[in-house]
């Protein structure tokens, strides 16, 4: 596996273990890169908006963009859920070291 791969499905994991996170699973982008600097997660926002975006292709979390308001809302689905606490897998995203239950 590449590095760009390796770094792609953990950002994936970091980015829905974040939301997680959150009561109730939802935030901007904005709010989501700055929590990812604050766990020293080193993703650019370009990186993030591409994995945002695969991530919401793949089921795992749905994006709510409003007319006229420039961030865009991050609802975590309960299968991207499941997959940031360890209880299920996806291909293309890593697994956490432990899982949560």
Known sequence: MSYAETF???LRLAILRSLDELPPGV???????KRLRM???PATRDQVD??????AEQGLL???????VAPKGL????RGS????GRA??????????PRY
């Open 8 to 10: 792609a499905r953990d």
């Open 27 to 33: 935030c901007s982008d904005s709010f989501l890169i």
């Open 39 to 41: 766990i020293y997660h």
């Open 50 to 55: 591409g994995a945002v975006v695969w991530l």
């Open 62 to 68: 749905r994006l709510e963009i409003t007319p006229g």
């Open 75 to 78: 609802v975590l689905l309960e």
């Open 82 to 85: 499941e997959v940031a606490c």
């Open 89 to 98: 897998m996806h291909p293309g995203v890593d697994s956490p070291s432990r």
